[in-house]
């Protein structure tokens, strides 16, 4: 491996180790918006993941997979935050 593919490994890693962090906001919260940014905020995390993999590996098609994922994320938070103020 190249040095640049242990920066992108650690960088996963590291991302990784923050989702499990996250895991505990998104269970135990204090409200419900808590939990609604918290899984934005894994969601985001897992398409970055699935970006470093991408170039790491030279794949496009995770690339493609990740732009997905982040539109469909996107729209899922707009519908949820439209949900908790109760205009669905």
């Keep these: 491996m190249s040095a640049s593919q242990y920066l992108f490994a650690g960088t996963?890693?590291?991302m990784a180790v923050l989702i499990v962090a996250l895991l505990g906001?998104?269970?135990a919260g204090p409200t419900t918006p808590?939990?609604?940014v918290a899984?934005?905020?894994v969601n985001t995390l897992v398409s970055g993941i699935m970006l470093l993999s991408g170039a790491v590996y030279d794949a496009?098609?995770?690339v493609d997979v990740a732009i997905v994922y982040m539109a469909l994320s996107f729209v899922s938070t707009l519908y949820?935050?439209?949900y908790l103020e109760g205009g669905v």
Excluded: H, T
Aim: net charge positive.
């Design 12 to 14: 996963a890693f590291v």
């Design 25 to 27: 906001r998104l269970i």
């Design 34 to 36: 808590d939990r609604l």
């Design 39 to 41: 899984l934005d905020l």
């Design 60 to 62: 496009v098609v995770m």
């Design 80 to 82: 949820f935050a439209r």
